[in-house]
C-alpha cells in the first residue's frame, strides 16, 4: 500500500502545487481583507440581548465580503446549516407568484423540501406560499446544458438558480468560469433575475468567487470551506448590498435586518475561522486529488480524475458494492482525531429518501471541512468525501479507508 501511495503522490505533485498557488494568493487576500476591515481585539467582544452596535459582527461581515469580492455579506453563527442559510435568502429574495428556475438539474436533498417539489411537500417550502420552481436538467455527461438555458430563461423568472456543488450525484462541480457563463446568458434573457449560487463546498478553490464574476448572491455553510475548520456553526450570505439586506429582514424582522443579533462569543472563532479558510480548503483539496490517484490506481472510477480541474473539494469514489462503501467509511473513521474507535452504520436521516452512512470524527460535529465521507445506501454505491483540515492526516484517513477495505477482502492489490 505505501508504494501505491507514494506513486500516487507523484503522480500529482504538479496538481499539489498548483493549489498551492492558489492557497498562496487567497491567504493573501484574506489576509488583506482582514487589514482592510482594520480588524482589532475589540472586534472580538461578546454581546448579548438585542446586540445593538456589535462591532466585531459587523466587521466580520466587511470580511467576507472583501474577501469574497461582494457588495456586502451576512454572516452569522446562528445560521444552523448550509440548508438554512439558503433557505434563509430564497425566501428573503422570492415572494408569491414569483418563478424560480434551477439550470443545474435536481438540486441538492435537504432543499428539495424548501423548494417542494413533488414528493417532498414540505409544510412552509416555497410552493405553499406561491413561489413556482422549475429546472433545467444537466447534459448527459454532467455538463450545464447552455442551449437549453438560451431557450429557457425568459423574464418571467425572478431568480436563476445554480448549485455549484455536485450533491449526491455523480455530475461535475461547476467552476467560476461556468457560473460566469450562466450568469451571462441569464442576464442577457432576463436582464431584472436574481442569479443564485449554492456556494457550499466551492469557497477558496480558485481565486475568485461567483459573485465577483457575475452572480447577484451566493450562500454558504460556515463548517465547510469558509470557516476554516474553526468555525463551530453558521453561514453567510453575499453579494449585492440591496439583496443581502433583503436575506437579513427574513433572517431577523422586517426594518431591523441586520442591526439586531447578540454574538455571545462567538466572534473570535468566527474571525480565526475566516483567516484560516485558504489555506484548509487548500489542504482539503490537495487530500481529495490524493484519494482520486490512489484509488484510481486500485481500479476504481473516480470523479474528478486527480488531474481534472475542479469547483468544490468534494471527491467520489466508485465502490460497486454496499459492503466496500460500508467498510470505506469505516476506515475513514479510523483516521479521525476525534472517535476514531466508533463504527459508523447506515441509518435513516433526516431530509433524504434512503439510508445513509456517514464518516466524521471531527471537532465540530458534523463539519465537512474535517475529512468526513458520506454515502447514501443506493446504486452505484459511490462516496463522497471532502475535507481534511491538513493534508498529512487527510492522507492518512484514505490509506486507512484502503486498508480497511484490504483487511475484509474487498480489494486486492
Sequence with gaps: MQKLSAAAEARIAPRLREIEETQRYNQQKMLAAFNRAGVSESHFAASTGYGYGDRGRDVLDQVYAYAFGAEDALVRWNFVSGTHTLTVALFGLLRPGDKMLCVTGTPYDTIQGVIGMEGREEPGSLKEFGISYEQVELLPDGTP????????????????????????????????????????????????????????????????????????????????????????????????????????????????????????????????????APHVAGEALKTAVYAAALFSVLGYGVTPAPEEKRGDIIQVIELKTPEALIAFCKGVQKGAPVDSFVSPEPSPMPGYDSDVI??????????????????????????????????????????????EMLNEGLLKL
Design 145 to 276: 446544458d447552455y442551449d437549453g438555458m438560451e431557450r429557457k430563461i425568459s423574464p418571467d423568472y425572478k431568480m436563476v438558480y445554480i448549485q455549484r456543488s455536485r450533491g449526491y450525484s455523480l455530475r461535475p462541480s461547476l467552476t467560476v468560469a461556468e457560473i460566469e457563463k450562466i450568469a451571462q446568458i441569464a442576464k442577457k434573457k432576463a436582464p431584472n433575475c436574481i442569479v443564485m449560487v449554492d456556494n457550499c463546498y466551492g469557497e477558496f478553490i480558485e481565486r475568485d468567487e461567483p459573485v465577483s464574476r457575475g452572480a447577484d448572491i451566493m450562500a454558504g455553510s460556515l463548517i465547510k470551506n469558509p470557516g476554516g475548520g474553526v468555525a463551530p456553526t453558521g453561514g453567510y450570505i453575499a453579494g449585492r448590498k440591496d439583496l443581502v439586506e433583503l436575506c437579513a429582514y427574513r433572517l431577523t424582522t422586517p426594518g431591523t435586518g441586520r442591526e439586531i443579533g447578540c454574538t455571545l462569543g462567538q466572534n473570535r472563532e468566527l474571525f480565526m475561522g475566516a483567516f484560516h
Design 358 to 403: 456517514m464518516a466524521a470524527g471531527a471537532f465540530t460535529l458534523g463539519s465537512s471541512i474535517e475529512l468526513s465521507a458520506d454515502a447514501p445506501l443506493r446504486e452505484p454505491y459511490a462516496v463522497w468525501m471532502q475535507g481534511g483540515l491538513n493534508f498529512h492526516s487527510g492522507q492518512l484517513g484514505i490509506l486507512l479507508a484502503a486498508q
